[in-house]
């Protein structure tokens, strides 16, 4: 798929002659101040070139998307984070155990388990029937979870045990600085109980490699550690005793499943006592940032890459597309993102897509619509005419193993959006659907590419089928082309950010109209 670079100027053709280190300099840095994003003291750059503002290019999410990756490193943080968002945005919060009051140019959002999320924009010429335009995404990535009993001692070491969470590259995962986040619960003084978030920023645990002195045939016979046995990281050596005050040695469970040093480092965090922790669910997360990196600064690097980009160019999407009254005036359809948990192991969970919260969201949002007017299947005529893009990563070709990709669908970074294609409907892409969206970006001048795996290989799958198959709604399944999917450090394209953004912001503004023009079933 050829490409049309929307947001950076090529870079320069470096002279042919001999060149100092400076004579270089000149020649990037001329480029990249024309091409860099805005510098910002939270955000990080893998290099140390300064940055400067761009000037002609549309405006770019990739600093927002650096900071939302930065801010979300479990799913429970990666909502919160959309729902401030979305608050500040204007967005009102919905429970799903009261009622709900809806208007037409209303925006509004709720949560499930603080880990799925569903928000949407009503338009002002809606009308019971009309359609939903979705995107949705899914908040979590393979990653090591704490067992419900953590504490564990290996020959004078106090260990963590873990339990893997997904298809991960788990080799990745060693001699890494490691540490925790997730949530807990805390008991009141009031006899009431608390759900609070808890990331804790400095490196706490590691796993390390055996050193090759006593492992000589590794680079031979390849790293295969035992998930079970090798893949527990370490926390401290064992001076448990120290950390345990005289009238802390009760028998309570938190205290017996977890370390007391763990729950000594987690009350300081969270400002509370450690008896006041009676549980957590908590992720091992990689502490290095996300920032920008390459020759030119033209990739992002960051773990979770799968799939918060997908989250956060949705997100930005919907609040964009409908933060003016006027954005909404027009608009006969309702705009929807919806970010689901548990995508890395099947959806099948009261916060997955394979649950029926979307399906009950579009129901209590055209029931609360009617107002008293009657009219036979409003919900059903309401999901005939819905669309949904299932926004999850994609395989970029890799230069050191092109031959694992299918000869005539190799998408590559910086290139668009790619569509994903499986005639075993392991992704949820028809015809039809794939013609619509890429009439958006041919009418915006977006590159898009398209990705079919070969008939060798094995193919993943997405909350696509899931919900095309559940809900009954057209679908369409795309994503950010990526390498070391699934690694603790991912990396994409900076432009690849900003063309799905500016493809999904499209969406959400004239696919209504666009859809209008085609006809299949009558």
Known sequence: MALLRLHLPRPPQLPTHPYSRSTLSSYTSTWLRSARLPAVSTRRLCSTHPASPLEAAPPSIVAGLLDYLNDSWTQFHATAEAKRQLLDA????????????????GRYFFTRNMSCLVAFAIGEKYRVGNGFNIIAAHTDSPCLKLKPRSATFKSGHQMLNVQTYGSGLWHTWFDRDLTLAGRVILKAADGSFKHKLVKITRPLIRVPTLAIHLNRTVNSDGFKPNLETHLVPLLATKHEEATINSDDKSSSSTKVAHHPLLLQILSEEIGCQSDE???????????????????????????????????????????DSSKAAEQLSNEKAIRMVAMFDNEEVGSDSMQGAGAPTMFQAMRRIVDSLMHQSMGEGALERAIHSSFLVSADMAHALHPNYSDKHEECHRPELQK???????????????????????????????????????????????????????????????????????????????????????????????????????????
């Open 277 to 319: 922790i009676i549980g957590m669910e908590l992720n091992v997360c990689d502490t290095q940032p996300s920032c920008l990196g390459g020759g030119y600064n033209e990739f992002i690097y960051s773990g979770r890459l799968d799939n918060l980009a997908s989250c956060y160019c949705a997100l930005r999407s919907l609040m």
């Open 416 to 522: 668009g959006l790619v569509i994903k294609h499986n005639a075993n409907q392991r992704y949820a892409t028809s015809a039809i659907t794939a013609f619509l969206f890429k009439e958006i970006a041919r009418i915006q001048n977006l590159p898009v590419q398209e990705f079919v795996v070969r008939n060798d290989m094995g193919c993943g799958s997405t909350i696509g089928p899931i919900l095309a198959s559940g809900v009954g709604i057209r679908t369409v399944d795309c994503g950010i082309p990526q390498l070391s999917m699934h690694s603790i450090r991912e990396m994409c394209g900076k432009e690849d950010v900003d063309t799905t953004y500016r493809h999904f912001k499209a969406f959400f503004e004239m696919f209504s109209d666009i859809d209008r023009k085609l006809n299949v079933d009558f």
């Open 90 to 105: 204007g967005f009102k919060l919905l429970s799903e155990s009261d009622d709900w009051d809806l208007q037409p140019g």
